[in-house]
């Protein structure tokens, strides 16, 4: 497995001068793998794309049916963003259709993301399978994947606040951008949204005469019960097992996926039935959402009866989203072990966790560079009335909580931030 690719290599910046024609110029040279894809689902939003993706892909494999993913970013290797029906590219493979993405770039100022989207479309573009399900990496009207113009559907999931100096300063103008990956007459799932953010999706999907499925309008999905949940629009209402993701936002995420797949049924033939959706919401593993881990180094320098969940929430939405399923499950509250990025809003994602931090561990990101600096998140922590310190590293963050806890019963601690401090745990454990 890789770590990160050869190719090409990352600028450790984002450039402003963002838009189509570098990777368009790129995919001409090869061919135009883009236009040769399998039928693509294209999904755009600031949380749950990747979970969406994820059930989407489980209830598809259920029904029989060939899946490639592209998905970013990665935790531990490259290959993760790439797979081939239902497989994580093998190395040889991924090396070889980097090599010749290179030197047909040669002469182009091509960025990391372009370049490795560009591989991945000529990987799929060679490989058959029944659906490709392409995840955005950033907004969406000049994200490196827009270069798809025939989509067999589109979702956005939930829009908040995010990359606010590349993508807008309102979450209505971030909106628009997620909006740019909506094509002419071709069917867009919305998750639930605010007023204002669904008004600015409804004026783009109108714009493009493209049949509109939201969210709390088409189609609902809620819990039912303790074991179910039910999914329900004005063709068919389902009852179905809880997902295997945690929190109630993953029930939205199940809700879009099943919403894609009563379109992918109706309207496009794929034999996708109840038991197909059941099975697949009941197996998709989507790893640091809320996943619970239960063995390995860190594992077992807890006490027995102790719990520790990984989660990937970065942003204030998935702060708030983290604050609840904590409220909902951890009536005392729990230890959070944190490690941010520098472009993140630190104190607002502080505010929403606070009232359940009973001792905050802040660390460096190692696998990121952009990582902020453990004492700087301590500081704003301890500014914001928490109790925190900053740690070396998860193993000593687990220590100094021990220390804390100092006593037999049971707690749980949560490690939050970044997707890539959920890197470095697996790497430690």
């Not at 239960?294 to 204030?316: C, E, R, V, Y």
Request: aromatic letters at 8%.
């Amino acid at each position: 497995m890789v770590r990160m690719p050869h190719w090409p290599k990352p600028l450790g910046f984002r450039p402003q001068d963002f838009d189509l024609d570098r990777i368009f110029k790129l995919l001409d040279r090869l061919g135009n793998p883009e236009k040769k894809l399998p039928p693509v689902i294209h999904v755009a939003g600031t949380n749950g794309k990747g979970s969406t993706i994820a059930f989407i892909g489980h209830i598809m494999e259920a029904a029989g049916y060939k899946v490639h993913t592209y998905t970013s970013p990665h935790l531990i290797n490259f290959n993760e963003r790439i797979t081939l029906t239902g497989k994580h590219i093998a190395d040889r493979e991924l090396y070889s259709i980097l090599e010749e993405c290179r030197i047909a770039a040669e002469g182009i100022a091509i960025t990391f993301f372009e370049g490795t989207t560009a591989a991945a479309f000529l990987v799929f573009s060679r490989i058959k399978a029944d659906i490709l399900l392409v995840e955005v990496g950033m907004g969406g009207r000049l994200d490196a994947t827009n270069v798809i113009d025939n989509p067999l559907l589109t979702i956005i999931t939930s829009i908040s606040l995010e990359h606010t100096e590349y993508l807008g300063s309102t979450v209505e103008i971030i909106a628009g951008e997620k909006a740019g990956i909506i094509k002419p007459n071709v069917t867009c799932v919305i998750a639930p949204q605010q007023d204002s953010v669904m008004r600015i999706l409804e004026f783009y999907v109108s714009k493009n005469k493209s049949p509109l499925y939201r969210g709390e309008y088409e189609w609902i999905c809620k819990q039912h019960d303790s074991h179910s949940i039910l999914f329900q629009s004005s063709a068919q209402s389902l009852h179905l097992p809880l997902p295997s993701l945690q929190g109630a936002h993953q029930i939205t995420n199940a809700g879009n996926a099943i919403a894609a797949c009563s379109i992918l049924s109706g309207k496009y033939n794929y034999n996708i039935d109840y038991e197909h959706i059941a099975s697949g919401i009941k197996k998709t593993y989507w790893p640091a959402r809320l996943e619970h881990i239960k063995s390995g180094q860190l594992i077992d320098m807890l006490p027995t009866d102790w719990k520790l969940f990984i989660d990937g929430a970065h942003n204030p939405a998935g702060a708030q989203i983290l604050s609840e399923w904590i409220a909902n499950n951890f009536k005392k509250g729990v230890y959070i072990i944190l490690g941010v990025t520098k472009d993140k809003d630190i104190e607002e994602f502080l505010k929403h966790i606070k009232i359940h931090t009973r001792l905050l561990c802040t660390v460096c990101v190692k696998s990121e560079p952009r990582s902020q600096n453990a004492k700087f998140v301590e500081e704003k922590a301890v500014a914001a009335g928490i109790n925190a310190i900053a740690c070396d590293s998860l193993s000593n963050a687990i220590s100094k909580i021990l220390n804390e806890a100092a006593c037999s019963e049971a707690e749980t601690i949560i490690v939050c931030g970044s997707l890539f401090l959920a890197a470095d745990f697996m790497l430690e454990n």
